[in-house]
């Protein structure tokens, strides 16, 4: 691995969220804050890019830090820049496709939970869920879920199934089959889950939804990963860092890496960048 030094400042920063900039116990440390600040605060755009919703900043991010940042969530399927970037995309599914999958699961087993993400606050899903449980697994109060046909009609951009079981990779593969690449199909290894978006929905398009209209080409951003989701961003990426925590497959795409999630590696980049 290269050294990785700073002859001028990028134009933007990319950072993955779980195993990346947040901590095995899904904490953002006073020292990772403290450097997303000084960026910030240095006029370098920052941009979260996640699998997860938009709702989960509300429990783990500051206010003033969540206001700061841009988005981009759930794989790519929602972006969101706030100055100095700007702009709103999202890259809903096909209701029909949707159906289809829904329907298909829940047939081969009633037991499946099913959660279709809207827009990264409102969710609908086929769990009940009691209020403490809900905060605790998915940053949502009550007034967020929706049932699955509420859902329907609002245009989802994210279908999770989850409790697969262990066949759930062969899942993924069936519905690759079947959809082609009309689909982007993510199993999440953890907890046997498979996340559903658009194709055309990754890291990489949203990224550059947000930073063309500014003059921002992504040769100029340094970016932050550690899981097979966030290959294609880094791959894209000028100026790509893998986490010390990283899979081999990360770390063979990335020329530069640093400390652990756990070992602050995020801040230890920026700061040598800021010069601090």
């Avoid at 429990?59 to 970037?85: D, Q, T």
């Avoid at 702009?87 to 829940?106: C, F, N």
């Avoid at 951009?157 to 409790?163: V, W």
Wanted: charged share 20%; with cysteine.
């Amino acid at each position: 691995m290269n050294r990785i030094t700073f002859d001028k400042l990028p134009r933007a920063i990319a950072i993955d969220l779980d195993g990346t900039l947040l901590d095995s116990q899904t904490r953002l440390s006073e020292r990772n804050r403290r450097a997303l600040e000084r960026c910030i605060a240095r006029g370098i755009p920052v941009i979260i890019a996640t699998s997860r919703p938009a709702r989960i900043f509300n429990r783990i991010f500051p206010e003033a830090l969540r206001n700061g940042c841009s988005l981009v969530i759930m794989n790519g399927a929602v972006a969101k820049g706030v100055p100095p970037l700007s702009g709103y995309h999202k890259v809903s599914l096909p209701v029909e496709i949707v159906r289809t999958i829904v329907s298909m699961a829940l047939a081969s087993d009633s037991h499946i939970r099913v959660t279709l993400e809207i827009e990264g606050h409102q969710f609908a899903t086929n769990w009940n869920w009691d209020p403490e449980t809900l905060w605790q697994r998915n940053s949502a109060t009550p007034d967020m879920v929706l049932s699955l046909e509420a859902g329907l009609r609002l245009q989802p951009c994210k279908i999770a199934l989850g409790a697969l079981g262990a066949d759930y990779l062969q899942t993924a593969e069936r519905l690759r089959q079947q959809f082609g690449d009309t689909l982007s199909v993510v199993p999440q290894s953890d907890e046997a889950v498979l996340n559903i978006t658009s194709g055309v929905a990754t890291k990489t398009n949203a990224l550059r939804k947000l930073l063309t209209p500014h003059g921002t080409a992504l040769a100029d951003v340094l970016a932050f990963g550690d899981d097979l989701p966030d290959l294609d961003m880094l791959k894209a990426c000028g100026i790509p860092v893998a986490m010390a925590n990283a899979f081999p497959e990360v770390k063979a795409v990335c020329p530069y890496l640093t400390a652990s999630n756990d070992n602050d590696g995020v801040a230890l980049v920026l700061e040598k960048m800021l010069g601090i």
